[in-house]
């Protein structure tokens, strides 16, 4: 390398010093370790390769505190004569990364890979002495994960199909005894929301063959493609006039089966009440009888048979009559079984 090339390389890096320092106070500084003027210019040195002098670094923290002293920035500096300056007030508090974490760590939707890279990058809006106390991260291939290495795409495939109105098509699969996914179907729908409910995203869309609306388990679609025709209109769709529900769809579907809402009454316990307003809300009636409670709901029947199911030691189903038939012929069924 030339001299007058050298030299020019070098004054481009100095014009970058006051990225540069703001890079080095998020990574290095917090409350506990701030920086003094000469600890930031030999980070610069050290990361960077930028040679600068202590007065420059004092110009450049001027001009910070002068872009972060504004009223509502989410980044505050914080400098003392004596110890040094430090990032007192970051975009993500720890605690709020570590609920992100956290909440990508139980996504079941995403794989072990992209769980990984997803937390790398939280853990990059902290400094480096937040990383080691998110020791969890080291076991994100422990969790329960998809390997369906498309997820990711489809999500940006659904969002540009609703956006452009177009229709979609897919391989739904399911998973077999080999523990790997194979076809079962390859429906086109309309896309019209993602949805995302215990712990798993799925895609809410009307299947224009069945003229049905269905709920597809995002990590369960391959091989996603746009296709040229226009979505159907969601206020088309039978039970969907009025467009969207987000409430009844949270409240009446506990599992996503797109069965007809129906009103369903039943008896609880009083010792899984707490577990009755955490799946359904409290926009329920529940009605004190001597001992236990009435419970009634605009539900989907299928998800409220396997829902009841599962509380069936506390929980007895008055209404409608059909349901209740279908859970004693499911309970018969399975009582043979064990006998």
């Known amino acids: 390398m030339d ?21 080095i106070l998020q990574k290095y500084s917090d409350e506990a370790h701030p920086l003094t003027q ?14 600068v002098e202590r007065k420059v670094v004092g110009r450049q923290l001027a001009l910070l505190h002068e872009a972060y002293d504004a009223i509502n920035s989410s980044i505050v500096l914080t400098s003392d004569p004596r110890k040094g300056t430090y990032i007192e007030q970051r975009e993500f508090e720890d605690s709020e990364l570590r609920l992100l974490i956290d909440g990508v760590l139980s996504s079941r939707h995403i794989t072990a890979k992209h769980s990984k890279d997803l937390i790398e990058k939280l853990c990059a809006q902290s400094n480096q002495y937040f ?44 998973y077999g005894a080999d523990k790997k996914l194979h076809k079962t179907s390859n429906p086109r729908v309309s896309p019209y929301q993602l949805i995302l409910h215990n712990q798993r995203y799925y895609l809410m869309a009307r299947h224009e063959r069945f003229e049905q609306m269905h709920f597809y388990r995002l990590d369960r679609i391959t091989n996603m493609e746009i296709v040229e025709q226009p979505l159907t209109n969601i206020r088309e769709v039978e039970g969907y ?25 039943f008896l609880a316990d009083e010792s ?68």
């Open 38 to 51: 000469d600890n930031i210019v030999e980070y610069l040195h050290k990361d960077y390769g930028i040679e």
């Open 241 to 265: 006039k009025s467009g969207i529900d987000y409430k009844k769809i949270s409240s009446g579907l506990p599992y996503m089966f797109a069965d007809k809402l129906e009103y369903v009454e």
């Open 272 to 339: 899984v009440l707490d577990q009755v307003v955490d799946w359904f809300g409290k926009d329920i009636k529940i009605e004190d009888i001597g001992g236990r409670y009435n419970v009634s709901l605009l539900a989907s029947p299928t998800a409220m048979e396997y829902w009841a199911l599962q509380y069936v030691k506390s929980v007895e189903v008055i209404a409608p009559k059909s349901l209740r038939e279908r859970i004693k012929e499911t309970l018969d069924s399975g009582v043979k079984k064990y006998d």
């Open 3 to 23: 001299k007058k090339h050298l030299e020019l390389t070098m004054e481009e890096s100095k014009k970058l010093a006051l990225l540069r320092i703001l890079h």
């Open 131 to 174: 990383r080691p106390r998110v020791k969890n991260i080291y076991s994100v291939n422990d969790w329960n994960k998809t390997d369906n290495m498309s997820v990711f795409l489809n999500i940006e495939l659904v969002d540009e199909a609703i956006e452009s109105g177009k229709q979609i098509k897919f391989v739904y699969n399911k």
